[in-house]
């Protein structure tokens, strides 16, 4: 593995099955290496890659989160055939997962900053499109088992605890906004303030957020790429609820470049502006909204508050107290996350 970080432009590797020739780097992280290369038939491909030694993360290590992404693809791939938004899958064997790049550039917060931009709209679509073409292939037992909307979340609280118990979590400890957020958004993985929807889906992403949306050079065509593969699993294949996925969009799009501004920036009536062109995608593609999440709004906020919490925990997992004052303001924005269910948040 210490050959690969030092790969040059032209390098050829074994990997997976498949001999690629090197061309840039993508990304390089503890856990895992991600670079563009081409292999002998001139496929342009991404290749991810992990180390042995590689130690646990939030969501197991590098060759776990690699099987599970290598098994979304596939299960994709299965039930959607050329619909599937997903780079098409090449080879797998472990600790390598090969796929064909995407060629474009992820959305950007000035793509869209109009709600009718084509991209965000296309984004939508063929987010509820999937939902459409997938639907017909729940089961029962998939309908009965909720579990995994607060699996994560628990998993997530248990870190935030460990955390809070260490001396670098003093930030936590002090602030009172943010510790009674915390606890507050962790009760409800027992009791939800609500009746959760049960429309789910194949599931189209996991972490579907601006940067994980490829848009293909001269638009018309969408790709997700780095796909959560840590959700429901029944009969191989992976399930999710859309607004899940909204929420996602929602924090990262909304909510994450606003952390520097106050948080009173945002009132308690005001509406997530990604909703609306998930209303208008949904109206293009014929689905009743109010017929598939009679609580979206609701379900929304506390999924949106899920995601806090796991934004919390990763920062405070991988940066620790460095990441703190960004945390305790998104965690002031918990309250307003919750405007529409009770709470005993102020």
Known sequence: MRGLRSMVPGDEVALAGLTVRFKEWLSTTTNTLMFRAETRSGTEVTVKTTEASAGRDLVGNGSEQLAAQAGQLRATERILGAASPFPRFVSFDGDTLIQEYARGGVLTRAALADRHAPALELAFDTLLRLSQLSYEHRTAATLRDLDFLTTRLSRL????????????????????????????????????????????????????????????????????????????????????????????????????????????????????????????????????????????????????SARIIGFVAVSAFYQASSAFPDATVLADLLPLSVRRVESPIA
């Open 157 to 304: 609280a248990d870190i935030l605890r460990h955390i809070c118990g260490a001396e670098l979590s003093q930030h936590i400890r002090e602030n009172a906004s943010l510790s009674c957020a915390i606890d507050t958004a962790i009760s409800w993985q027992h009791d939800p303030p609500i009746d959760l929807g049960r429309t789910l889906t194949l599931c189209a992403h996991g972490d579907f957020v601006p940067q994980n949306i490829v848009a293909a050079p001269g638009g018309g065509e969408i790709t997700f790429i780095d796909p959560r593969g840590y959700v429901l699993w029944e009969d191989g294949v992976p399930w999710w609820d859309p607004v899940i996925e909204l929420a996602s969009f929602t924090l990262f799009h909304e909510i994450v470049p606003r952390l520097s501004a106050a948080a009173d920036h945002m009132t308690s009536g005001e509406p997530w502006a990604s909703v609306q062109p998930f209303h208008d995608s949904a109206t293009r593609l014929g689905i009743d909204v109010g017929r598939a999440w009679p609580n979206l709004e609701q379900e929304l906020d506390y999924f949106i």
